[in-house]
């Protein structure tokens, strides 16, 4: 149970804080499947990249 609720909060809520996903008007056909696999695709290039020093 908790490794749902950690995969919740880690994947899922950045997603809508990030995109707006549950918010989001899409609901054409694979629209919907398509946006979020590139939101998926864009966290995750966010998360690999190379942080910066401060």
Not at 19 to 30: C, M, Y
Request: charged content about 20%; aromatic content about 12%.
């Amino acid at each position: 149970m908790r490794t749902h609720w950690g995969i919740e909060n880690g994947l899922h809520w950045c997603l809508d804080v990030t995109f707006g996903e549950d918010a989001s008007p899409i609901r054409l056909r694979n629209a919907a499947q398509n946006f979020s696999f590139l939101r998926r695709l864009a966290l995750n290039l966010f998360r690999a990249s190379p942080k910066e020093a401060a």
